[in-house]
């Protein structure tokens, strides 16, 4: 299991043969390349499974703007926010209809409303070791034409990523269902809702 980001970049220096960093802000194409790309390789690798050590869930209030059209309600997304999973009413049944729009999710379901969604999460000790390794194998296939101008090593290591990645969402589904925060609908008849 990753530790650190630097341990995640060096795993993938590492695969291309180059040399290791201390730190994001070493004086060096590797690091300058590693600091820059990283974020966007970490979100794009968390956006493409519910992880579960990404999943989190939300009661969103209503937001004060109303939409223009189409939609009756507009939520604001909590700001770690990478990809809805689920949207559920105050009902606790599953809401068909909405989208996201910038910052938003917008529906015609009445406050609150509940999320179950993948956050950005950005401790790497958090990560189970196949999606650290899948992040490697990622920011390797982002890195390798710019450190080493290989365009079949950058498309290698493309493949080792998505074997990596199929192997990492397979495990980590076969570790349960994320579940939705909405109260069941039998505790809302309890309640009296």
Known sequence: MATSVIEICNNALLDLGEDVIMSLADDSKAAGLCNHRWPAVRDAVLRAHPWNCAMA???????TQTPLWK?????A?????????QVTGRDGETVGDWEI???????DEQAPLFISYV??????????ALLAEALSARLAAA???????????????WEIYKNRLTEARGVDAREGVPESMAPTTWLNAKMGR
């Open 57 to 63: 869930q939300a009661e969103l209030a209503n937001g």
């Open 71 to 75: 939609w009756a309600c507009r939520y």
């Open 77 to 85: 997304l909590p700001a770690d926010f990478l990809r809805v999973i």
């Open 101 to 107: 729009q910038g910052s938003g999710i917008l529906c």
């Open 119 to 128: 956050r950005c999460e950005t401790d790497p000790g958090k990560y189970d």
């Open 143 to 157: 890195l390798a034409y710019p450190l080493t101008g290989s365009t079949s090593l950058a498309q290698a290591y």
